[in-house]
């Protein structure tokens, strides 16, 4: 199997193509490093340190992993992107290349107008691609849990479902609900895929991925295969967050009461997920939809866990809720559906989340020193009102 990565240089593109390189499939990769940029203009970094991508290609081992081919292009620009993709035909496509951050989209009117530009002129480009270049490539777009909001019914696993308005029903979009910009972005990208899969019937996997943690996925064993790892309250998510924090002995830092619930998945049941849904694509034309995640927890439950992994690990920290910056509910109803990973093999979470909490504390602890460097900026300061 032939398969891009838009988004290659990232937290979930770098072990995603560890994990297709080693099991002997073709990558070509594609990044504009920005976010490398942007963390640094935040004054953060990766907690893990990487190499830039040059180097990181190097250091694969040439026994375990074949090679990958690399382009330097923004995914917005068309004609470069377009040519990357004539070059290679590839079988599939995978999207990760996206600003991730909602607090960053939530800063002001133009992270806003950024965010929102970057990610749906980014993805029109590659249904314009796909439709140009070869109509059966398979598309594999990032989208988020963080679609649906935290609605007081059941979230099914399905594109469209059925409503009844005045007594008449018809079918409708899977309602979305979402809390930041950044989230509308990806709202807006399955709107414009269910689209281009209605009119030219190219074929789709449309994920709603959940918060992934992790330092690691079984092809990352040393230092130099490290992928990013960011807890800045911009760009980190919050068990990554969380397990920075105890490793710095300071306070974990739960918004509001903490009842948030949410549906997590680790890095490296993520990347199987993956590779599952690129190696059993729908049929041509398809349209899939799959809800990503192994478990639900309230951010409240993951700090108290993180808290009581930490101590018996001899590290002493304590739970200090911070006011909550966002506009979100923090007590809700909370049951998505999940059928499509576990129908292909993954049925739960492959790790106990306390094993692998305890695998990212051990991993960070030896850059508690580069890790100190950025304590200022975990607290959280985008305030969604402001
Ligand atoms: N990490 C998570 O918990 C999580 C959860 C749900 C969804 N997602 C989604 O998964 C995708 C990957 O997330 P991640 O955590 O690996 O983020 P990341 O920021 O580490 O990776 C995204 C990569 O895309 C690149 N990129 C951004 N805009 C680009 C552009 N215009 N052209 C080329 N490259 C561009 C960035 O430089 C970066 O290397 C994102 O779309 C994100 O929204 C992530």
Same mark, same amino acid.
């Given at each position: 199997?032939?398969? #891009?990565?838009a988004?290659?240089?990232?937290?979930?593109?770098?072990?995603?193509?560890? =994990?297709?390189l080693?099991?002997?499939?073709?990558?070509?990769?594609?990044?504009?490093?920005y976010?490398?940029? $942007?963390v640094k203009?935040?004054g953060?970094?990766?907690?893990l340190?990487?190499?830039?991508?040059?180097?990181r290609?190097?250091g694969?081992?040439?026994?375990?992993?074949?090679k990958?081919?690399?382009? !330097?292009?923004?995914?917005t620009?068309?004609?470069?992107?377009?040519?990357?993709?004539s070059?290679?035909?590839?079988?599939?496509?995978? *999207?990760?290349?996206?600003? /991730?951050?909602?607090?960053?989209?939530m800063?002001?009117?133009?992270?806003?107008?950024?965010?929102?530009?970057?990610?749906?002129?980014? &993805?029109?480009? %590659?249904?314009?691609?796909?439709?140009?270049? !070869?109509?059966?490539?398979?598309?594999?777009?990032?989208?988020?849990?963080?679609?649906?909001?935290t609605? !007081? %019914?059941?979230?099914?696993?399905?594109?469209?479902?059925?409503?009844?308005?005045?007594g008449k029903?018809?079918? +409708?979009?899977?309602?979305?609900?979402?809390g930041?910009?950044?989230?509308?972005?990806k709202?807006? *990208? @399955?709107?414009?895929?269910?689209f281009?899969?209605?009119?030219?019937?190219?074929?789709?996997?449309d994920?709603?991925?959940?918060?992934?943690?992790?330092?690691?996925?079984?092809? +990352? @064993?040393?230092?130099?295969?490290f992928? /990013?790892?960011?807890? *800045?309250?911009?760009?980190?998510?919050?068990?990554? =967050?969380?397990?920075v924090?105890?490793?710095?002995?300071?306070?974990?830092?739960?918004?509001?009461?903490?009842?948030? @619930?949410?549906?997590?998945?680790?890095?490296?049941?993520?990347?199987?997920?993956?590779?599952?849904l690129?190696?059993?694509?729908?049929?041509?034309?398809?349209?899939?939809?799959?809800?990503?995640? @192994?478990? &639900?927890?309230?951010?409240?439950?993951?700090?108290?866990?993180?808290?009581?992994? $930490?101590?018996s690990?001899?590290?002493?920290?304590?739970i200090?809720?911070?006011?909550?910056? =966002?506009?979100e509910?923090?007590?809700?109803?909370?049951?998505?559906?999940?059928?499509?990973?576990?129908?292909?093999?993954l049925?739960?979470?492959?790790? !106990?989340?306390?094993?692998?909490?305890?695998?990212m +504390?051990? *991993?960070? #602890?030896?850059y508690?020193?580069?890790?100190e460097?950025?304590?200022?900026?975990?607290?959280?300061?985008?305030?969604? /009102?402001?």
């Open positions: 199997m032939r398969t #891009l990565i988004g290659v240089d990232g937290y979930l593109g770098w072990a995603l193509a560890l =994990r297709l080693s099991k002997g499939h073709e990558v070509i990769g594609v990044d504009n490093f976010t490398r940029k $942007a203009e935040v953060s970094d990766s907690a340190p990487i190499g830039s991508f040059h180097q290609v190097r694969l081992p040439k026994d375990k992993f074949s990958i081919a690399f382009y !330097n292009v923004d995914v620009d068309y004609k470069r992107l377009k040519k990357v993709i070059k290679y035909k590839p079988d599939s496509i995978v *999207d990760f290349a996206e600003q /991730r951050s909602a607090p960053y989209s800063r002001s009117r133009s992270t806003a107008a950024y965010t929102l530009s970057n990610n749906i002129v980014g &993805t029109l480009n %590659f249904i314009y691609a796909i439709k140009e270049i !070869n109509k059966k490539i398979h598309f594999l777009k990032m989208g988020t849990m963080g679609e649906y909001g609605p !007081n %019914f059941d979230i099914p696993e399905s594109t469209f479902v059925e409503a009844t308005i005045n029903s018809d079918r +409708i979009i899977t309602p979305k609900n979402a930041s910009w950044y989230h509308w972005s709202v807006y *990208d @399955t709107d414009n895929l269910i281009a899969n209605k009119v030219w019937g190219l074929t789709m996997t994920i709603m991925q959940g918060p992934v943690y992790g330092t690691r996925t079984n092809d +990352i @064993t040393s230092e130099a295969l992928t /990013r790892f960011d807890f *800045d309250e911009t760009w980190g998510t919050v068990l990554n =967050r969380y397990c924090e105890a490793v710095l002995g300071v306070p974990l830092t739960p918004y509001g009461s903490g009842g948030q @619930t949410r549906a997590f998945l680790s890095l490296e049941d993520s990347v199987t997920a993956l590779s599952l690129l190696e059993n694509p729908p049929p041509d034309g398809g349209y899939r939809t799959v809800n990503q995640f @192994t478990e &639900t927890y309230s951010v409240m439950e993951l700090a108290k866990l993180v808290r009581d992994k $930490a101590s690990l001899g590290l002493n920290v304590e200090k809720s911070v006011d909550n910056p =966002r506009v509910a923090e007590k809700h109803y909370y049951n998505p559906e999940r059928k499509v990973l576990p129908a292909l093999g049925k739960g979470p492959t790790k !106990n989340l306390k094993d692998e909490v305890e695998i +504390i051990k *991993d960070l #602890l030896p508690k020193s580069r890790l460097k950025h304590k200022d900026v975990i607290a959280p300061k985008t305030n969604w /009102r402001a």
